[in-house]
């Protein structure tokens, strides 16, 4: 597995006519800058992790396919064994993960939470985990605690194929191979986390 990580700055709107035919539908409707920019991101990363993961991306706009669910994959271009990929993108960072096998990756900036939310997310053991770590810790702590279950479990939606409409609440992350890293990037801590078949 292959983890790619840019910032969002480092692309513009000059390639966008290389992005997949899908995103650029979705591009000529957005108005936010922010949101067009993670857009046009997370297209040029894919492009450019695929590149050096050794798939022929070649100078035409990406061919991807959608399952049912709409979790995107490579046609393969001809190519047996076309790599699996996970985009994720939050704060300025984008990334991209790829391998031969299936895989699901997000990232998430470590903030302040909404009250209701780790009720909505976590299982009942990882609440009281959380409980646990709000009352003997910092807030800080609880906030990191909840982000990595949050990107354990997103990363999991996302290697599954269902996304966020999933009840995040059934989903048990030890049933899956997980690896997690926490880094800071320009002064903002994120969590990174991918997910993997056993």
Sequence with gaps: MKLYIRTIEDYDDADVSLLEEARRTRLARLRNPKVR???IA???LLREALAD???????????????????????????????????SHSGN??????DDEPIGADIQVVKKLPERLPKRVLTESELAGYRQVAEE?????????????????????????????MDFRTIEAGEYRLHTILREFD????????????
Excluded: H
């Design 187 to 198: 002064g903002t801590e994120y969590v990174i986390t991918t997910a993997q078949y056993r």
């Design 53 to 87: 993961y050794g798939y022929p991306v070649g100078e035409e706009p990406l061919q991807l396919v959608y399952d049912e669910n709409g979790k995107p994959g490579l046609c393969g271009n001809g190519q047996p064994g076309a790599p699996c990929f996970s985009l």
């Design 137 to 165: 810790k910092t807030e800080v702590e609880a906030q990191r605690y909840f982000t990595v279950r949050w990107t354990e479990k997103e990363s999991i939606a996302k290697l599954i194929g269902k996304g966020i409409g």
């Design 93 to 98: 960072i984008v990334i991209c993960a790829v």
């Design 37 to 39: 920019a993670e857009c």
């Design 42 to 44: 997370a297209g040029m």
